[in-house]
């Protein structure tokens, strides 16, 4: 089982990087932004609760957001593995997904950073905000809230994979393809080593 956490600050390129690494590998995408993004559209309890949160680019707290994700991971006994996306996104989360995965007889393959410079983040997700109707992706304060919280309360989970030896960076800016490239070096490299 491959278990990856394609991880990165906002506007690093996650989403776009798992739709083409979850066809090479065949893995499950679990992307948590995605998952509230449906929720609040359906407008159910779920979505109600995160809607507070992702308009201000708050972080959902913990215990909603690893339910959801226990949730989704459990709807898929069958995948072959999964690429988390947007998850963990606390120490918190990085340890219930650990228990969760222990559960379950399997562990994190490995943890990629998409390193990108912080105007160059701003920069795309202005961009993104034209079009993608994410009203989060507009306001530029918003947009430095989320990355502010990304370094305070996410870089801790890098950390926390770095004691392990499973966490590891890799350079998120050039094309979409070079960047897939480098990403299945990298998990290459990992799964052989199993
Ligand atoms: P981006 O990576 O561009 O910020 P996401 O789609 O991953 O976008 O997340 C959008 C928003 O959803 C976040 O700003 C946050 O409010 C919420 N969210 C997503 N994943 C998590 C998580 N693991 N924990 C808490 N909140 C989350």
């Known amino acids: 089982m491959i278990n990856l956490i394609l991880f990165g600050p906002p506007g690093s390129g996650k989403g776009t990087q798992a739709d083409r690494l979850v066809k090479k590998y065949n893995l499950h995408h679990i992307s948590t932004g995605d998952l509230f993004r449906k929720a609040i559209k359906n407008k159910t309890d779920l979505g109600k609760e995160a809607l507070k949160y992702l308009d201000k680019g708050e972080l959902v707290p913990d215990s909603v957001t690893v339910g959801m994700l226990r949730k989704e991971v459990e709807a898929n006994p069958k995948a072959k593995g999964f690429i988390f996306d947007g998850f963990p996104r606390t120490y918190n989360q990085a340890q219930a997904l650990d228990n969760l995965l222990n559960e379950l007889d399997t562990e994190i393959t490995c943890l990629i950073e998409l390193r990108v410079a912080d105007e160059e983040l701003t920069k795309r997700l202005l961009e993104r905000g034209k079009?993608?109707?994410?009203?989060?992706?507009?306001?530029?304060?918003?947009?430095?809230?989320?990355?502010?919280?990304?370094?305070?309360?996410?870089?801790?989970?890098?950390?926390?994979?770095?004691?392990?030896?499973?966490?590891?960076?890799?350079?998120?800016?050039?094309?979409?393809?070079?960047?897939?490239?480098?990403?299945?070096?990298?998990?290459?490299?990992?799964?052989?080593?199993?």
Do not use: C, F, M
Not at 135 to 147: H, L, V
Not at 149 to 172: F, H, M, N, Q
């Open 131 to 194: 079009t993608s109707g994410r009203s989060d992706d507009q306001d530029t304060s918003i947009i430095a809230n989320r990355i502010e919280v990304y370094k305070s309360e996410t870089i801790p989970v890098a950390l926390y994979y770095a004691t392990s030896r499973k966490a590891y960076i890799v350079d998120g800016v050039g094309s979409i393809d070079e960047i897939t490239e480098r990403l299945i070096d990298r998990i290459d490299i990992q799964s052989n080593s199993k």
